[in-house]
């Protein structure tokens, strides 16, 4: 009821449906386990409960040390996304900014154009 | 009222920080610490800075902290490795922050609230505009410490091996190759 | 002063357009077991109900009954929470895309989204972005080889291809200059020559073909299912889930399917504009689900036909052609908008 001492021109007004959406989106998965509860029956067996290994009793931790290249595709992501989210507000003033505006993102891409050559002749974007 | 849904996102907030530093597990400090980044995010929206909240989600929450969960389950540590003893920290612990309070208490003092009223800095069109007309060299120097990151990171996740791995270009070359490789070590079988 | 009447409004939009996605969901499930049936040269579930219609209920039904499994060796609390995670901001997409312009019920108008905000088009991506840390969770939790295996994979492709993704989307807010995702759609209204409608798919076809790809492989579909990739990982993530628990990441699944498809529809289709819409606003929803089939149709098509990739395949694929792809594309677009303004 927080709504209704807010002011709909406060910034935040438009995305009270959002909130109002996510308590309706977690709702409704308490409900459904909640309801599935009071229904399913559960029997507890140590053979049922351990993890699939098609079959054979698990070997060991499943939680290995994992690939280095799951790291590195991480790490080229957030360098990538990050040059992403510089061309949204570039698009938005596109139509103020003109062969300005192409020139200078042209600049910007071809820069980065640079580095992702480099991690491709390096062979990072293989995955063998 | 506004004060009121500030309250709620700042004590949310402070309580996803604490949980952060409170965890025994990193990987559930990870996951705090992306909740907190939700809570500024709703903090920025307030403020009127709707492409900064969007970025604070999809660049920190959601870039930033996917890398931060592949290198927890990439290093993997357990839980007992991980037992310090807390009392030997906490000679550096307290001083640093307390240096910290000091430094945001000092910095704050002088602050009115007042100062920040005008047109709203956030917005994408406000944030498009400067960053092509005040901010244009700083934008494009940021292209260079970008394309300096490509190349941190390639170079530092090399493998030592991978010294050749440019003259084979393609990763069907590589099956081929391994596939001679084998059928040479099935003829000496022979 | 937010009036007890715009809060009324909000929950009715809420409930109704929740209960129609959720409908929706279930349906299309049907829909992709019966076509996949008719590409298979057989029926496909036929027989609770007529046509089968009463499927989606029994399988419901279903899930509520089995057994939930939680692993012995699993971390509990995440084991719990990764469905969640996946599940929550897929369905809180739906909150910000528009379905048709305004209507009048009761002398009221209604504008037929729940909320429109200024930055509409990166509420999605910000939510979908956030759907990663569900399966990684799932795949990391439940402590099981396949599950863990899935999850990387999945993670690595979904953050591979947002960036195709977010590329793609770029030519399209050159031409509306808005991230509104209503702005997205007016700009789409009007004519060449009388009758080419002005949508964005045909000043922009590779970025539409990149922004199809690309979310298909967002939403783990075939010919990019690596994650589940029965024949090699068992299941991928959701290997140690039942019951209830299953159920959400496959409501999650569906519901990405049609966040996409609504997605491509308001960016590059023309959202809910067709003819006559002018005059009867009411048509405007219902060209808005007929678009959404088509796409939803695409994807239970492709599932019918394809093989799926091999992982290194997959990634390459990705890094090394649709990026540098999106990237030509947006110079590509900005140059062309250029000529035309």
Not at chain 3, 111 to 135: E, K, R
């Amino acid at each position: 009821m927080l709504g209704l001492f807010l002011d709909s021109s406060t910034p935040i007004f438009g995305y009270l449906p959002i909130v109002l959406l996510l308590l309706v989106a977690t709702a409704f998965p308490l409900i459904a386990l909640a309801i599935g509860k009071v229904f399913r029956r559960s029997v507890f067996d140590r053979t049922k409960l351990s993890a699939y290994e098609c079959g054979n009793d698990p070997v060991g931790d499943a939680r290995e040390r994992i690939s280095i290249r799951y790291y590195l595709i991480a790490m080229l992501f957030l360098v990538f996304d990050v040059e992403t989210i510089f061309l949204f507000p570039w698009a938005i003033t596109y139509d103020q900014l003109g062969l300005f505006g192409l020139v200078e993102m042209f600049l910007f891409i071809g820069i980065l154009v640079v580095g992702y050559y480099y991690a491709w002749r390096k062979g990072t974007l293989n995955w063998v | 009222m506004e004060k009121v849904f500030f309250i709620i996102i700042a004590s949310l907030s402070v309580a996803a920080a604490l949980s952060v530093v409170a965890q025994r597990n990193t990987l559930y400090s990870a996951f705090s610490l992306i909740g907190l980044f939700g809570c500024l995010a709703v903090a920025y929206i307030t403020l009127q800075a709707h492409l900064i909240a969007a970025i604070q989600v999809i660049v920190y929450a959601g870039a930033i902290m996917v890398l931060f969960v592949f290198v927890i389950m990439l290093l993997n540590i357990r839980e007992e490795e991980l037992r310090v003893d807390r009392n030997r920290l906490l000679i550096f612990s307290v001083p640093l922050g307390g240096l910290l309070f000091g430094l945001i208490y000092f910095g704050l003092k002088n602050f009115k609230i007042d100062e920040i009223k005008g047109a709203p800095v956030g917005t994408s069109e406000a944030i498009g505009q400067g960053l092509f007309s005040k901010y244009l060299l700083p934008f494009e120097v940021t292209s260079i410490l970008i394309l300096l990151a490509i190349v941190g990171s390639v170079v530092l996740a090399r493998r030592e091996k991978d010294g050749d791995i440019e003259d084979i270009e393609d990763d069907e070359q590589v099956v081929k190759v391994s596939m001679a490789e084998k059928s040479k070590v099935e003829e000496t079988k022979e | 002063m937010l009036t007890t009447d715009i809060l009324i409004e909000w929950l009715v939009k809420i409930g109704v357009v929740f209960f129609i996605l959720m409908t929706a969901i279930a349906y299309v499930v049907l829909l992709e077991r019966r076509l996949l049936g008719f590409i298979q040269m057989r029926l496909g579930p036929n027989r609770v109900g007529p046509f089968g219609l009463l499927q989606p209920l029994a399988d419901g039904l279903k899930f509520l009954f089995k057994e939930d499994i939680v692993p012995l060796e699993a971390d509990k609390a995440l084991y719990v929470l990764a469905p969640m995670i996946a599940l929550v901001p897929a369905l809180m997409t739906i909150s910000v895309i528009p379905f048709g312009d305004k209507i009048v019920i009761l002398g009221r108008e209604i504008a037929l989204h729940i909320t429109s905000v200024n930055v509409g088009l990166l509420v999605v991506f910000a939510l979908t972005s956030l759907g990663v840390y569900g399966i990684a969770l799932a795949g990391w939790s439940s402590n099981s080889k396949y599950s863990l295996m899935g999850g990387l994979r999945s993670s690595a492709q979904l953050i591979s291809y947002e960036l195709a993704l977010s590329l793609s989307v770029v030519g399209v807010i050159i031409f509306s200059g808005s991230l509104d995702l209503v702005e997205v759609v007016k700009q789409q209204n009007s004519f060449w020559l009388g009758f080419i409608p002005k949508w964005n798919i045909f000043t922009q076809p590779i970025g539409f073909l990149i922004f199809l790809i690309a979310a298909i492989a967002e939403t783990n579909r075939v010919p990019f299912d690596l994650p589940e990739a029965e024949t090699e990982l068992v299941a991928g993530f959701h290997t140690e889930y039942s019951s209830m628990k299953f159920a959400m990441f496959f409501i999650a699944e569906y519901a990405n399917m049609v966040t996409a498809s609504s997605m491509a529809t308001l960016l590059f289709l023309g959202g809910w504009y067709g003819p006559f819409v002018d005059k009867f606003p009411l048509l405007g929803p219902i060209y808005f689900s007929l678009k959404i089939l088509f796409f939803l149709f695409l994807y239970i098509w492709l599932r019918g036909t394809l093989p799926r990739f091999r992982y290194d395949q997959l990634m390459r694929f990705g890094w090394k052609f649709l990026i540098p792809v999106a990237l030509a594309n947006v110079v590509l677009v900005a140059g062309l908008a250029l000529l035309i303004y």
